[in-house]
């Protein structure tokens, strides 16, 4: 009768981490009769964050930084004494190559979108007959309401083909490997479409909702933030801390989870069976179907498609490099035949990562439209990157490595309808399967901070739903 209820967590990314260490937090705080386990698939964990040390430079495999205004990243670093480990990244130039030639990134801009005009009226990335058709949306009534449609197709019909085509899919789309014109307005960028519905126009409710802009200030600070030992110390930290109890059983699979009439029975890929209470499941969404396999429920997931990206580091003697740039780096807009996608000047933006005298760029692949770069081999991928590389700097030297990272079927994709489907599954798990909880970068965001915070909503949730039994 007295037995403590237990709570497993599936999946050992950031979002299963955040949400074991909240609960076990909340568990020791508030002397809760539970127990906590995370079992992780793989060797090791952090997921998709995968720091290496190599000759010196700290070189990141998947994310880099975090944006300082989303606050549950900045929050868990302080929960885990690493603030003074934060280091805000270095401002600079950034470029936008369109029609194969460098441009500067337009300044008074959100996302690319011009909240001031002056810059963007002299820019020479657009045509005279693209600018009349993106201010057009200054004068031009507000959309029709309705529930969701394609990001692109909002955007084009404010501003016309040039300036989403030049500029607002690599900044935009970018940011979830996407592609702008499949992607949901609603589950992406929900405050464009408010902001438009409020004041008529997206340019004119930027600039209603942006605090006041600081003008001939000095130098503008950095608006992320990264790990002084690279982004794979705060899983080391959570690590550590879980480790304290015991939590993490590592390199075994959930193969199935069965409810029964008191909790759930998860078997492991060891034959092992762990019974629970609550579940979180902080995997991607398609391996719900099989793991859930006697439940109809996470069918609707397998239409949700996923993208593959690569990126490239490569590291060089300064004296490698002939005509290095002033700028952090660039995106590349889909009017070029780029078959890269971006580049950060990684030396610059984030000066800890790079030994003196030396130079480290960091490249990306993957386009919707050229999935299979990402299955060619290092040396062929390479080969691209340094190709497009010498189109905009002069490269005499070879690099002295490169590290060639590979994310395979790894980025969901945000759909139209996509938070519909979402709420409609969770709707039916409360009512099949209550106890069993969703988080993760399949479901309400991508970044990091997104998924720490969806890890802690996870833990509010659980605990609810245990306090009701």
């Keep these: ?14 979002t299963g981490l955040s949400a074991a260490y909240y609960l076990q937090k909340e568990i020791k705080e508030e002397n809760f009769p539970y127990e906590v386990k995370l079992v992780e698939a793989g060797d090791r964990l952090g997921g998709k964050i995968n720091t290496i040390k190599k000759d010196g430079f700290t ?11 989303k606050k549950p990243a900045g929050k868990l670093a302080e929960e885990l004494g ?100 499949q992607m949901s307005l609603q589950a992406t960028f929900p405050n464009f479409y408010e902001l438009e519905q409020k004041h008529g126009s997206l340019i004119k409710g930027l600039r209603a909702s942006m605090p006041e802009r600081r003008r001939n200030t000095g130098k503008k600070a950095g608006q992320f933030l990264a790990f002084k030992n690279g982004f794979a110390s705060i899983v080391e930290a959570l690590e550590k801390r879980l480790n304290e109890d015991q939590v993490i059983t590592m390199n075994q699979t959930v193969d199935h989870v069965e409810k029964k009439d008191h909790g759930y029975h998860l078997l492991l890929s060891n034959g092992e069976v762990y019974k629970a209470d609550a579940v979180i499941m902080a995997t991607p969404h398609n391996a719900l179907p099989k793991i859930f ?13 996923m993208s593959s ?22 995106v590349v807009s889909r009017t070029s035949d780029f078959r890269i996608t971006a580049c950060t000047w990684t030396h610059k933006k984030w000066p800890h990562t790079t030994p003196d005298g030396k130079i480290l760029l960091r490249c990306y692949v993957g386009k919707p439209n050229d999935q299979a770069v990402v299955d060619l ?63 993760g970068s399949s479901y309400e965001g991508v970044g990091i901070p997104d998924c720490i915070g969806q890890g802690e909503k996870a833990v509010e949730e659980v605990l609810s739903f245990l306090q009701k039994k």
Excluded: C
């Design 377 to 439: 081999s290092d040396e062929e991928i390479t080969d691209i990157v340094l190709k497009d590389l010498k189109r905009t700097m002069k490269i005499k030297g070879e690099p002295e490595f490169t590290v060639v990272t590979r994310w395979k079927n790894i980025m969901p994709q945000y759909t139209i309808g996509h938070k519909e489907r979402i709420e409609k599954v969770r709707n039916i798990l409360a009512a099949q399967l209550p106890g069993v909880f969703l988080a």
């Design 293 to 305: 396999s006697q439940y109809d429920i996470f069918k609707k997931f397998l239409d949700i498609p």
């Design 309 to 330: 990206v690569a990126n490239v580091a490569l590291a060089f003697d300064e004296k490698a490099i002939k005509k290095d740039i002033n700028g952090t780096g660039f």
């Design 82 to 181: 690493m603030t003074d480990q934060l280091v805000r990244n270095g401002t600079g130039q950034a470029y936008i190559l369109v029609h194969n030639k460098l441009y500067k990134m337009p300044k008074g801009s959100y996302m690319g979108i011009p909240t001031q005009l002056r810059p963007f009226l002299f820019s020479d990335i657009y045509s005279a007959k693209g600018k009349l058709r993106a201010g057009m949306d200054l004068i031009r009534s507000r959309s029709k309401t309705q529930k969701d449609q394609s990001l692109g197709t909002f955007l084009r019909g404010r501003f016309g083909n040039e300036l989403v085509d030049s500029l607002l899919e690599p900044l935009i789309a970018g940011v979830y490997s996407s592609d702008i014109d």
């Design 59 to 69: 070189i990141e495999r998947g994310p880099d930084s975090f944006l300082e205004r």
């Design 1 to 14: 009768m007295n037995r403590p209820k237990k709570i497993v967590i599936v999946g050992g990314g950031i």
